[in-house]
């Protein structure tokens, strides 16, 4: 059925497709970080833990780049997870106006707990979709992503 404000089969088309996207990755997302919650931690909180588990100490600007957010955003994210001792914050010795954030031995911990299955449960939530499918889906997202930022 077509939307009474689409002026266009152009319009009608990228509001519908657009509307089954977002339902189709709040849904995901949902199921995909419940498990997260009853981990005690925010997606913001894993996906800082994820960050520093596999590069290493990051600048909060750096952590912001690599999440796709604002280094304000973070800050909070990163103060919450100091003070569950998860991650540290490291002033640099060469520069004092910066520092570092640093994965403890508890984040890591709590980060090889949850990692695993996070992984096995992305996998569950692919498998309606064949490989090829799951390719196809990856390659349409780096497309749209790709598009969306020439504009």
Do not use: W
């Not at 419940?34 to 600048?59: I, K, M, N, W």
């Amino acid at each position: 059925m077509r939307s009474p404000l689409a002026k266009s089969d152009a319009e009608d088309r990228a509001l519908r497709t657009y509307v089954k996207l977002m339902r189709a990755a709040g849904s995901f997302t949902s199921r995909a970080h419940q498990h997260l919650e009853e981990a005690g931690l925010t997606f913001s909180q894993f996906a800082v833990l994820d960050a520093l588990y596999h590069l290493g100490p990051l600048h909060l600007k750096q952590l912001a780049e690599k999440m796709l957010r604002t280094s304000g955003n973070l800050t909070m994210v990163v103060d919450n997870l100091e003070k569950c001792g998860l991650v540290q914050r490291k002033q640099e010795a060469n520069d004092r106006r910066f520092f570092s954030v640093v994965l403890t031995r508890k984040g890591r911990g709590i980060f090889e707990k949850v990692f695993p299955k996070h992984i096995q449960i992305l996998i569950s939530e692919m498998s309606p979709l064949t490989e090829a499918e799951q390719e196809e889906l990856g390659r349409l997202c780096r497309k749209l992503g790709k598009e969306k930022a020439r504009a």
